[in-house]
């Protein structure tokens, strides 16, 4: 039969838990360095997209832009040819 051994028992317990917290530390950290990475990726992905709806919206007014220009010179041309 084992004798018992109350210090050595809570020594080997410590140790035993220390390993548990040493391991959940380890996945915390890990966890967390996941949700920043995921965190930037996103971020950047806003940026993109942002940037896409930037240019779309600067594209469409030029042609807006050019549509009018091109109004006003037919309207300048029919204007001359009616003097």
Do not use: C, G, W, Y
């Not at 317990?13 to 995921?38: C, L, P, T």
């Not at 240019?55 to 029919?78: L, V």
């Amino acid at each position: 039969m084992k004798e018992f051994h109350p210090f050595r028992d809570m020594k080997e317990s410590a140790k035993a838990q220390h390993e548990i917290d040493k391991a959940e530390f380890e996945a915390v950290k890990a966890e967390s360095e996941a949700n920043r990475e995921e965190a930037k990726l996103l971020s950047k992905s806003a940026k993109v997209k942002a940037k896409k709806e930037h240019d779309d919206r600067i594209a469409e007014a030029n042609a807006r832009t050019a549509a009018a220009k091109e109004r006003i010179d037919a309207a300048k041309k029919a204007k001359e040819e009616l003097q």
